[in-house]
């Protein structure tokens, strides 16, 4: 089967660095994807991971460790329109599944 | 343009009730989802096709059907509606098969069974 973990919430101060932890255990393991969600809106592609290492896109980044089955996501300069939930989610060896966390819904302060 | 856009946005409806919503894309996608998402906010497959083959059937009550009469299109009908069949119903879609593919998401059903 396939499990996927995430913290439920975070909160983070405007302009600070947040850090969302996922870890995983599937069967099987073909990518991970992490997505942003806005209250009521469609989950949007964020970053793509298959290899180990950090991927850098923008104010944005995320890392995998696919050995240790965890992968983070690196919020820099938080911004109030980052207040969203993140979506972690893994390819797994059944073709082409997306298997979803249940998401992080982080809070960005004033 | 909407890239993945569904109809209804939002669904109100009573018990036993049959009930359908709609899904086109306008990527050229092979391949198109229906995702579940739970008031605990869990993205779970439901089923996807591809080139109107379907290739992911999870475990869903028989009372859901999906329907893909082109690749641009994947409906999805609901029979005899439950109370817990009350969520949010995203549609998908991919390039296609291949492992790195991402999905685009359409904006959502909320379905409310009363």
């Known amino acids: 089967g396939q499990n996927i973990d995430q913290p439920t919430e975070m909160t983070a101060t405007e302009g600070a660095i947040v850090q969302i932890n996922c870890t995983y255990q599937t069967s099987g393991f073909n990518g991970l994807f992490w997505y942003q969600q806005h209250a009521g809106e469609a989950p949007t592609f964020l970053s793509y991971?298959?290899?180990?290492g950090l991927e850098e896109k923008g104010r944005f980044s995320s890392f995998l460790s696919r050995s240790k089955g965890y992968s983070y996501l690196l919020l820099k300069e938080l911004q109030m329109k980052d207040s969203a939930s993140y979506l972690c989610a893994v390819k797994g060896a059944a073709g082409n599944k997306l298997t979803f966390g249940g998401g992080t819904r982080v809070l960005v302060k004033p | 343009d909407t890239a993945v856009s569904q109809t209804p946005k939002y669904l109100v409806t009573q018990m036993g009730n049959d009930k359908s919503i709609k899904c086109e894309q306008n990527?050229?996608?092979?391949?198109m989802y229906w995702y579940k998402q739970d008031s605990k906010k869990f993205l779970k497959i439901m089923f996807s096709?591809?080139?109107?083959?379907?290739?992911i059937n999870e475990t869903v009550p028989n009372r859901f059907s999906p329907k893909s009469p082109d690749k641009a299109h994947l409906n999805l009908h609901i029979n005899s509606l439950e109370l817990g069949d009350s969520a949010v119903y995203f549609c998908?879609?991919?390039?296609?098969?291949?492992?790195?593919?991402?999905?685009?998401f359409g904006s959502g059903t909320r379905l409310t069974v009363v």
């Open positions: 096709y591809n080139n109107k083959e379907l290739i």
């Open positions: 998908a879609s991919s390039p296609g098969t291949a492992l790195s593919y991402g999905y685009t």
């Open positions: 991971n298959v290899l180990d």
């Open positions: 990527l050229g996608h092979d391949t």
